[in-house]
């Protein structure tokens, strides 16, 4: 016993000792091939990744992972209410998209909203108080987990599908400022079927528009699997006269590449492009949701040992020498540490006092009263 005692303090001196010139600075990996709709080439089936890169797509998909993992304990203890849908199991598609555009470009989704919510800038501490309601959320209490915005990220939207002609509208106002920038509209696979989508569509291709419409398809629909739901579930070819790309959204490196090639596609004036993401979610489709009437715990579980976006990211880092088992576990203590004290934040921030029900209506506007729940109550509105 005391020789194994020895033996192991030995071994953690000399984790403790390796330092950062013992990793490799980048690798190239083999990515699985997209599938193409009216493309003639698609992106690369391989890609290079830094140690830099993967340290961060590693933190940011571990930060999302336990952020959610917190909403779901504090939305069992009631301490968030209302709507709250979550992401985890689909954090690879908001990392490797943001690793693939520009901070200028433009993101806007559905209600499934925190994972982008937190890849566009906005701090965990904001974004758990925000679903508490509290003062110091990013939409200071009042819009809940549907509804979360910063600069150029346009929420969270609650009505199914209604943010993709939004998205298109974004896109429009790309092209007239001439600002070479796009807009990544998102919905999921029970949205697909929206009408509104392809009247967007069809007023994205006519005038070219620099969109994206990206379709998370996780592969159920509130309860309902996408085969008991849709006559095509090819998803990427829906945009019939538009360009389409299937692809593996479980891994954060062929989602990158992906997104990287359609950006380029929308920037060169092609007009938009179709993406289907194929993903998974744990949780149910929201928290009312069990999520195991109309799936198995054995499929659940299939997906995770087999398929999850963390896990794939770590064994590859370690593969390739990029990283050390140790060092992501430090990383992993820090980013519980991070949540921990971001959930000690929304748990103790006051709420919004009553008088600030009208702020923020309208932005840049000069103040004016606001009507409220009978005709004797007002309020004033300020941006």
């Not at 993967?54 to 968030?80: A, H, N, P, V």
């Not at 954060?252 to 380029?264: D, G, H, N, S």
Request: net charge neutral.
């Amino acid at each position: 016993m005391l020789w194994f005692c020895l033996s192991f303090k030995a071994s953690r001196v000399m984790v403790a000792s390796r330092n950062y010139g013992d990793f490799a600075s980048e690798a190239k990996f083999e990515i699985k091939q997209c599938d193409l709709h009216h493309l003639e080439a698609g992106p690369p089936t391989t890609a290079v990744m830094t140690r830099e890169e993967g340290l961060q797509y590693y933190k940011t998909m571990q930060t999302i992972r336990r952020m959610e993992l917190k909403s779901d304990q504090l939305y069992k203890q009631k301490i968030i209410r209302g709507f709250c849908h979550l992401y985890d199991g689909q954090e690879a598609c908001c990392v490797g998209i943001e690793a693939a555009i520009k901070p200028t470009d433009h993101v806007i989704t559905a209600y499934r909203a925190h994972g982008f919510t937190y890849t566009r800038g906005v701090p965990v501490r904001e974004i758990l108080a925000e679903l508490t309601g509290r003062k110091g959320g990013c939409a200071k209490g009042k819009g809940g987990s549907m509804h979360m915005y910063t600069k150029n990220f346009y929420g969270g939207n609650g009505i199914v599908g209604a943010q993709v002609p939004l998205g298109a509208g974004i896109a429009l106002a790309c092209k007239y400022f001439a600002k070479n920038e796009i807009c990544v509209a998102l919905y999921g696979d029970g949205a697909a079927n929206q009408g509104q989508i392809f009247e967007t569509y069809n007023m994205a291709a006519l005038w070219k528009l620099p969109c994206i419409f990206v379709c998370e398809n996780n592969r159920y629909g509130m309860g309902t699997s996408v085969e008991r739901a849709a006559a095509s579930t090819d998803y990427y070819k829906r945009g019939y006269f538009i360009p389409g790309l299937r692809v593996d959204g479980m891994d954060v490196l062929c989602v990158r590449e992906a997104v990287k090639f359609a950006a380029e596609y929308c920037r060169s004036g092609k007009g938009p492009l179709v993406m289907e993401l194929q993903t998974y979610r744990y949780h149910g489709h929201s928290m009312s949701d069990p999520g195991i009437s109309y799936r198995t715990r054995e499929e659940i579980q299939e997906v995770r040992s087999k398929s999850d976006p963390i896990t794939l990211l770590k064994d590859r880092m370690v593969n390739n020498n990029l990283a050390s088992v140790e060092e992501l576990k430090e990383i992993d203590v820090a980013v519980r540490k991070e949540i921990e004290e971001a959930a000690q934040f929304a748990t103790t921030d006051p709420e919004p006092p009553l008088e600030e029900l009208g702020h923020h209506i309208y932005f840049n506007e000069p103040p004016f009263e606001v009507r409220g729940p009978n005709q004797w109550i007002k309020y004033k509105s300020v941006s």
